[in-house]
């Protein structure tokens, strides 16, 4: 139940900085044809996984419940996107290129397409 908590708080902090930093990239730069906003916080949680993940995997610098806190939480509740990258690049690093494109794959193609259905249902049911 502990470890619930952790995630759950950490979740919480991640949305709100998600939100936060989002919604100020994309009022500075103004744009309402380009999601900038999104962008800037995949490609942060992306960089910030990469670096806490080093320094997990090297330095020991992480209890399992601050993993938990950390990864799961707050990169978790901030970008979803930064677990998919970080996992693809463990994949490819430990030679499993085929299974780091079928990720690839599979998360964006398939993703596309479950957006795409989940909206067209949506559209069936209450057109």
Not at 63 to 74: A, N
Not at 91 to 103: H, P, Q, T
Not at 117 to 126: E, K
Request: proline fraction near 1%; charged fraction near 10%; hydrophobic fraction near 50%.
């Amino acid at each position: 139940m502990l470890n619930i908590l952790f995630v759950g708080l950490g979740g919480a902090l991640g949305s709100i900085g998600r939100y936060l930093i989002s919604g100020w990239v994309q009022t500075v730069t103004k744009s309402i044809q380009f999601p900038y906003g999104t962008l800037a916080v995949n490609l942060f949680g992306c960089f910030v996984i990469g670096f806490l993940a080093q320094l997990a995997e090297t330095r020991g610098v992480f209890t399992s419940e601050s993993r938990l806190f950390v990864f799961v939480g707050i990169l978790g509740g901030f970008t979803t996107f930064s677990s998919f990258g970080n996992e693809t690049f463990n994949l490819a690093r430990d030679g499993e290129i085929w299974s780091s494109l079928m990720n690839i794959g599979a998360n964006v193609v398939i993703g596309l397409f479950a957006v795409w259905l989940g909206r067209t249902l949506a559209y069936l049911i209450w057109k």
